[in-house]
């Protein structure tokens, strides 16, 4: 059955300090795996479809132009999701290193082909999960439930959290127009509220010092105490 447009619940996302901690402890495809989707947004069924054809090292792009779900190759969700996805040089490397070490690196090779089955499937994304993206991000201390979605949502979070343009993240995320990208992705991150919150609060009261012998504790949510 269709996933209706709206959510249930919020996906976890992590921050870039988190994602830095579980690449620590990633290795071979799995490392670059993990980088490209977080770093691209793309969704699982088009990461594990990619071919080796659709990485263009020449133009910097990705060319999405399959999907792949219980191993059935398929097209893509919309008209937006077959847009060519930009590919940062760093990544570009990246994948490149991988192509120059692993077994399948013809054209026509899935860029993350299963040993188990000698290259003809890619590898299957919820043993990945469970085998290998998890028990890494347990060794890295991230308790926070980890799924597929988690990396494409980490991608658009910290987009908005550096103010990039609206219009710019639906082309990024290659969503079909903007009110998904802000129904969906819009979710601030809490400390980036209180410092908007706080500007505000500045505005309406002008702080004239420091404060310093007069700091009050804030108890926080997760029970820390910060000082304002």
């Known amino acids: 059955m269709r996933q209706g447009a709206k959510r249930q619940t919020i996906p976890e996302y992590l921050e870039p300090e988190e994602l830095r901690a579980l690449l620590s402890q990633l290795s071979d495809c799995f490392r670059v795996m993990v980088l490209l989707d977080a770093a691209t947004g793309l969704r699982r069924s088009e990461l594990l479809a990619l071919k080796w054809e659709d990485i263009d090292f020449e133009r910097l792009q990705i060319n999405v132009r399959r999907s792949i779900y219980l191993n059935v190759v398929g097209n893509c969700k919309t008209e937006a999701s077959r847009k060519p996805v930009p590919l940062d040089l760093t990544l570009a490397s990246e994948l490149w290193a991988w192509k120059q070490d692993c077994t399948y690196g013809q054209p026509v ?6 040993p188990h089955s000698r290259g003809r499937n890619p590898y299957w994304p919820d043993i990945l999960l469970s085998r290998v ?24 979070t910290m987009l908005m ?56 504790p804030l108890i926080l949510a997760n029970g820390e105490v910060a000082r304002i």
């Open 133 to 156: 993206v998890r028990p890494a991000a347990a060794r890295a201390g991230i308790k926070k439930h980890i799924g597929w979605h988690t990396f494409r949502h980490s991608f658009s």
């Open 109 to 114: 090779d899935w860029v993350f082909a299963s």
């Open 161 to 216: 959290a550096n103010g990039e343009n609206v219009k710019v993240v639906q082309e990024l995320m290659r969503h079909a127009n903007c009110r998904c990208t802000l129904e969906i992705y819009s979710q601030a991150r809490l400390q980036a509220k209180r410092e908007a919150q706080h500007r505000v609060v500045e505005l309406i009261i002008p702080r004239e010092r420091e404060a310093t012998d007069t700091e009050l």
